[in-house]
């Protein structure tokens, strides 16, 4: 029973049996395949897409899968493991997970030479296969990192006395977090002007520093820095490179020496001049740097020491005063050597000559006195101060009864020396009209005072003109039109601003901002002026953007410049074109003229240009329809037949005119509307000469037949209505039809044998007129059908049918409740149905007597043809029966 029911534990049962039975002689040889953990090794490379396959531990386990009950495999830490891999349960296959496994994140903190290891600890399930299987899988690094360097601009100093072939280190180099051949394998400039080379050196460690190398001589006055960019290469295939900006800065050795613009200046001084004048300025010029190109003046040794006390030279600004009263009976003239000397140079020499002139009563002097601010000799006057601004005072002192002095000025400038109208012998210098800083900024001017006795004095004066923000920034371009196409990458670069002040310092600085009507979807750098745009912009959203740009300087007051941005966005052929609605239908009345218009299809596109132009075509029924391109105009190309084909479906293609062209398609339905141009088609009888059997004892009510018509029109066109129009044979009203079905009943006892025809016209109920057909029904009244010739020998005898009075509708309507009054007027009622009562009687008169006649004629006949009227009773039945069916249809 136990075998029975559970067959897999019995199995189990014997297994272990076996093992207990082995046990005394290996105890380990039934559990060594489940006690003994395993180690599996996998190398797979890093950044694999998920489901790549790893490897199979059931595989390399060399388990059987064919025991009961199966393996089941399963991870130990799944959050983390599941994290990198998955592992399928039942046949122990490992799969790359969603998660693409990047080494440089998974064993950041391993060094180079480590290896990168998952390890994963997996289970052989269930209990009685259990083992602990060690997993590792080894990453491969791959080439998917890109050299970086720390900075993106890197700054280095190089004097511009180094020697050729001199090394600097480029301390900040480059790090890839590849391994191996794949890290950084070298190093190289863009432009080495021809003047630098990189060298690259490996230390101890393995890594790679690269070496500015000097190839040409440096001269920082001829070029101050260089520019370029040092790109890192590694080792992938391809190689992958990352780039910084190499600034070279060439620091300043003082390798040149001052030098005097004029080493030889002559000055005539007369003897009376007062202490304080100044004499001459001394100018020396040294292209150094900072400390290099400090100059300090001073005299030669040569020059005697009375004659250095007697003329003061300022050994910074080079200023040469009178510093004592001039003895004009011990010399008349003074050679002062001037040094200028720099730091580690050889001093520039120049050489002041002063000229004494003797005065007997003594020269006449000028004493300045400065408005304006005044420091050394150097007067300073803001840009913004108006025109006619008073610079200093001069009077002229010591002039003799017989003695007239002239003053005047000599030097470039607006400026102008004029004797002051209320004092004798004083003159103002004055500005003559506004300063420009941008234009000149310093001026040299020399105030000449000539005597009548010929002694000339001249003042030196250096106006320096002090710059103020009066000058607003300046756009290159007041208008800036920029075109870019729809659909464009974010933060696209459109155009770069360029703005200029011709201040200085600060109050030329530009920065630039948009104005408050910009859109936020645009972008402007505050220093560089490039201008971009943030989105991806839709032409068929907006097509022109329009704004405000405003350059502001520095100064105080700030002052500003604004300039207008048109930015166009170009039309690209992203949109198809588009039906006005999803499909269209027409409806068309049957036997519409051909190439008349059917309906109009409304097509649009959003692009522009050729982009929006769109082209109709019919993709089916080409041979029938045609499509009017400008107007979307759909004809038929002949006159349509309801009653062949009653709907055309048709597919149009809208291709617009774009590179490449895009496309749609609508469903057009033609529904043909019918027309009354069917007359009623009669499908019973199916000709004039077929007849039908009636017995004379028919009883009135009885349905003898019935007249079958179809209209291939429809709706009203197709309702058939049928009336009795002619009459042969029989008294009138004997025979009745349906308007709506046709049924004929007979009405009256036949009290008559032969033949009886009616003419029925089947008529349609079609606008504006309706159409009809005519049909003759035939009945031959008697017990049976014996002699067939005779009949048909009456059939197409044609004679004379009479009208029944009214139409059909009338004798349908008088057997209602009301009866139908076709004219309201009773009087001429009246009188018409006595003319008609007249005219009735005498036609019923005529009729008799004419069939009267013919009724003898027929019965001659009939005796002569010799109809046999006995019929058996087992005819009679079969009579019956068929008594309603149709004969010779």
């Known amino acids: 029973m136990f075998n029975s029911r559970h067959p897999r534990l019995s199995k189990r049962g014997r297994l272990w049996g076996l093992c207990i039975l082995l046990l005394y002689t290996n105890p380990l040889s039934c559990l060594a395949n489940f006690s003994q953990a395993k180690e599996l090794i996998y190398k797979i490379k890093e950044g694999l897409p998920r489901g790549t396959f790893i490897g199979a531990i059931g595989v390399d386990l060399n388990l059987d899968f064919s025991v009961d009950p199966p393996f089941i495999f399963s991870l130990a830490q799944k959050k983390v493991s599941e994290q990198y891999v998955n592992l399928n349960n039942t046949t122990g296959e490992l799969y790359t997970s969603a998660t693409e496994i990047d080494r440089e994140t998974l064993c950041a903190d391993n060094l180079e030479g480590q290896g990168c290891v998952l390890s994963l600890d997996v289970f052989v399930l269930p209990q009685q296969y259990f083992q602990l299987v060690k997993v590792k899988i080894l990453i491969e690094d791959v080439n998917d990192n890109r050299p970086k360097f720390p900075t993106d601009e890197i700054t280095m100093s190089v004097p511009e006395n180094a020697p050729i072939n001199a090394r600097y280190a480029v301390e900040q180099s480059a790090v890839d977090p590849d391994l191996g051949p794949h890290g950084v394998q070298t190093y190289w400039l863009v432009n080495d002007f021809g003047t630098f080379t990189l060298d690259v050196e490996e230390n101890e460690g393995g890594e790679l520093t690269p070496f500015l190398i000097v190839t040409e001589a440096l001269d920082r006055e001829t070029q101050a820095e260089y520019i370029t960019d040092i790109i890192a290469e590694d080792g992938g295939t391809p190689p992958l490179l990352g780039a910084a900006t190499l600034k070279i800065v060439i620091t300043d050795v003082n390798d040149n020496c001052p030098q005097f613009k004029e080493s030889q200046i002559n000055v005539t001084l007369h003897g009376n001049t007062t202490k304080g004048v100044h004499l001459a300025r001394l100018h020396a010029f040294d292209p150094d740097l900072g400390a290099n190109a400090q100059i300090s003046y001073a005299y030669s040794e040569r020059v005697p020491r009375d004659t250095r006390s007697l003329f003061h030279l300022d050994k910074i600004t080079g200023v040469i005063k009178l510093a004592g009263k001039i003895d ?34 003594g020269p006449p002097t000028v004493i300045p006195r400065y408005i304006a601010p005044e420091k050394d000799g150097v007067i300073t006057i803001k840009e913004s101060e108006p025109a006619f601004s008073p610079i ?55 105030l000449v005072a000539n005597s009548t006795r ?111 941005v048109v930015v166009t966005v170009q039309d690209r052929n992203d949109n198809s074109p588009r039906f006005i609605n999803k499909d269209f239908t027409f409806f068309v009345p049957e036997n519409f003229p051909g190439y008349g218009e059917i309906g109009v299809l409304s097509v649009t596109d959003a692009d522009a240009g050729e982009n929006g132009w769109v082209a109709l075509s019919i993709l089916n029924g080409s041979d029938i329809f045609m499509i ?35 496309s749609s398609v609508t469903m057009v339905t033609v529904l043909l509307l019918d027309v009354n141009d069917n007359p009623p088609i009669v ?90 057909s005519t049909v003759m029904v035939n009945f031959f009244v008697n017990e049976t059908v014996s002699n067939e010739s005779y009949i048909q020998s009456l059939l197409t005898r044609e004679a004379d049918i009479e009208v029944e009075e009214r139409p059909w509708y009338i004798g349908q309507m008088a057997e209602g409740p009301e009866r139908y009054e076709p004219f309201p007027c009773q009087p001429v009622l009246i009188a018409l149905s006595v003319t008609c009562l007249g005219l009735f009687f005498l ?27 006995k019929i058996q009773n087992d005819s009679m039945q079969v009579v019956n029966r068929k008594l309603r069916q149709i004969s010779n249809i």
Not at 333 to 354: D, E, M, N, R
């Open 843 to 869: 036609v019923v008169t005529l009729t008799s007597y004419i069939c009267c006649r013919r009724f003898k004629k027929n019965r001659m006949k009939r005796s002569e043809v010799e109809i046999p009227l």
């Open 328 to 361: 004009t009976g011990t010399a008349t003239f003074y050679k002062l050597t001037v040094l200028a000397t720099g730091p580690g140079c050889i001093p520039a020499v120049a050489t002041v000559t002063v000229h004494i002139i003797k005065v007997v009563t």
């Open 683 to 772: 499908l019973f009888p199916q000709s004039n000469q077929s007849y039908m059997l009636v017995l004379p004892n028919t009883v009135p009510g009885t349905s003898i037949t019935e007249v079958y018509a179809v209209d291939k029109d429809t709706g009203m066109n197709a309702v058939i209505a049928y009336s009795i129009i002619k009459r042969k044979g029989g008294e009138p009203g004997s025979f009745a039809i349906d308007p709506e079905t046709g049924n004929i009943t007979l009405k009256r006892e036949l009290s008559n044998r032969g033949l009886y025809s009616l003419l029925v016209k089947v008529s349609d109920h079609g606008q504006p007129e309706p159409l009809y």
């Open 454 to 564: 010929g002694i000339v004095i001249k003042t030196f004066l250096k106006v320096q003109v002090l710059d103020e923000n009066d000058n607003a920034p300046v756009f290159q371009q007041s208008l800036v039109e920029i075109s870019v196409e729809e659909n464009n990458p974010p933060n696209t670069f459109l155009t770069q601003l360029q703005a200029s002040d011709q201040d200085s310092e600060s109050r030329g600085e530009v920065l630039y901002l948009l104005g408050g009507d910009a859109p936020g979807i645009f972008v402007v750098d505050r220093v560089t002026g490039i201008l971009t745009v943030a989105t991806s912009l839709d032409r068929e959203e907006k097509e022109t953007y329009r704004f405000i740009v405003r350059a502001v300087d520095q100064g105080t007051p700030r002052r500003e410049a604004i300039a207008t």
């Open 628 to 662: 009017d391109t400008g107007r979307g105009a759909l004809r038929a190309k002949t006159s349509l037949d309801r009653e062949q084909q009653g709907t055309y479906q048709l597919w149009i293609e809208a291709v617009d005119g774009g590179e490449p062209a895009l």
């Open 392 to 446: 200093a005072f001069f009077t002229v002192k010591n002039i003799d009864k017989n003695q007239r002095v002239d003053c005047y000025l000599e030097g470039p400038g607006p400026f102008r020396l004029s004797p002051y109208q209320l004092f004798k012998n004083e003159y103002l210098l004055e500005t003559t009209e506004p300063l420009d800083f941008e234009r000149t900024q310093e001026y040299d001017l020399i």
